[in-house]
């Protein structure tokens, strides 16, 4: 059914069947659509959404091929699945066996051919510690069976959102948030700085037991680096859920590596304050990476060699044991000069520059991505107030997709 979907170029159109519009570029069909009877309500829905991701994306690449064979997309691209899978290996029924139980499915299924099994066989056996090539994942990516391309570009879209950093799109698409912090987020990373602040954004470690062997072994120690932490969850089942250098955002916590008891970006429930002009007072400094203390109910820093600041006890009544362990994602304060009316002038505003996240601030945007999935309607429905959007004129199918906001009115 893809083949019907023709890239064309902007140019005056008597008649449309389908076509997606979106900065200068259509998505057209070949012939108009014979039998409504060979489009389920599930595949218009999911060929529409396909082709206004793909459509959406060769704009804001300045792409005219295939997605894949630009480099800077399948750079993009390739990165982007290396995230979700990280996540897949510390999370879900499957954990590091996401990969290789996805191919047998896929195998069992047959679609692919001779060639692209050659490609893909050293995943069959595979654990997450052996990493995807990027050439197996361009097999995954271009054969749409797997759904790899549906999953990417969504995140991809999302990435693009985040990225936005055009004063009159921002206007448009975040009025009320410009209008109030318009001044104090760096521009950059205008949409990543509010959404990190809104959704109170850690990346957490956490361990619990009401084990009574637990409990009568351990309750009464106390956590003074993170070896002890390990220790302490050694014979867990939560020891072995240690991410991946493709989780790790914090350049200055490379000893999170080791570290098992991993559940993902996450809001933080403690009492640590994200308000923004808190935040615009704070330096690199000030971020907070360390242990709770369940007792004063404050955090404890860790240093980069792994050191709480002071011992943490792992219970705070003997009954149960919590441990939890955070790494604040937060921008702090920078100073900028800036010139208003022929006076310089210097303001403090919300930044990622100066913080352990500078370097990997694409890493962080796809993992917000993959982790949080209400992240991609809203990246959709900002793309659609810029004008991305899908043209439907046949009535049948429209009234299919009238649910879906890419969709022109």
Known sequence: MRKWFKFLT????????????????????????????????????????????????????????NLTDNEAFLNDAYQAYRSYLAKQYTDGSTGTLYLSTQLNKWQTEGIFTPEQLEVLKSLASTIYKTPLTKEQFTVLYNTEKTGVK???????????????????????????????????????DFNLISYVINKRLVQLWQYDSSNPVDIFSTAQTSISNVSDYI????????AETIPTEALLINTNASYELTMGGYKGLQSDNLNNDYSVDTLLTKTNDDILIGFYNPITKQMVKVNSDGVVASAVPVSNNNANISVIYLSQIKPVGKKETVTENGTENTK???SFKETPYANNLNKLRLLAAVYDDALYKKAESTF??????????????????????????
Not at 45 to 55: C, K
Not at 388 to 402: A, N, P, R, S, T
């Open 10 to 65: 902007l140019a005056p159109v008597s008649v449309l069947p389908v076509s997606a519009i979106a900065c200068g570029i259509v998505e057209d069909t070949e012939e108009k659509i014979k039998q409504d009877a060979l489009f389920k309500n599930s595949e218009v829905s999911t060929i529409a959404q396909n082709l206004w991701l793909d459509s959406t994306l060769k704009a804001l690449y300045n792409i005219e091929t």
């Open 384 to 409: 659609v107030k810029l004008g991305y959007v899908l043209k439907v004129d046949i009535e049948d199918i429209k009234k299919q997709l009238e649910n879906s906001e890419f969709v022109a009115k």
């Open 231 to 238: 220790s302490l969850i050694q014979n867990s089942n939560v």
């Open 348 to 350: 403090t505003k919300l």
């Open 150 to 188: 549906l999953i990417v570009n969504k995140v991809l879209l999302v990435n693009k959102y985040f990225q936005i950093n055009d004063k009159d799109q921002l206007l448009k698409t975040e009025a009320s948030a410009f209008a109030l912090y318009g001044d104090k987020f760096d521009l950059d």
